[in-house]
């Protein structure tokens, strides 16, 4: 397992390439981007993820052995940026290594449900003069309670 909270921006494709599980049967990876624009249309200048360090790592590392639990992974990967993301650049990186497709790809969607609900960080969008503080959904906490049917 491997778990980052980074302050500087972050390389998916070296991550992926990086991510290389002997005796896996299947790699899975999600990379997130910042948006440019707001549910509302509006134009994003950036988006500040804060974070408590110890809580937030910690906070991802239940989410990471969680995963590796419930799907019997080889290996499991979280790299989350934190601080001022500028739009289109990466967020979040997860990959989950497995003996088989649908375990790797159903813990990379788990991971990320989970991040969106349970990861603790306070963020907000920032727009032309104006700071929007950014809350899970209802639709991410239904995405995330699918997975305690």
Do not use: C
């Amino acid at each position: 397992m491997a778990v980052f909270l980074s302050k500087e921006p972050i390389d998916p494709s070296a991550l992926l390439a990086g991510f290389q599980i002997e005796g896996a049967g299947a790699i899975a990876s999600f990379t997130g981007l910042a948006r440019g624009t707001g549910q509302d249309n509006a134009v994003i200048s950036s988006l500040v993820l804060q974070s408590y360090r110890g809580v937030t790592l910690a906070s991802m590392q239940t989410i990471a052995v969680e995963s590796i639990k419930r799907f019997s992974l080889l290996h499991a990967h979280i790299t989350h940026r934190s601080g001022r993301i500028l739009p289109n650049e990466p967020i979040v990186f997860v990959a989950a290594a497995a003996l088989h497709r649908a375990a790797a790809l159903d813990a990379v969607s788990y991971m990320m449900d989970l991040l969106k609900t349970e990861a603790v960080f306070w963020k907000y969008e920032e727009t032309a003069g104006e700071k929007r503080w950014i809350e899970p959904t209802e639709a991410d906490y239904a995405r995330a309670q699918k997975w305690n049917q």
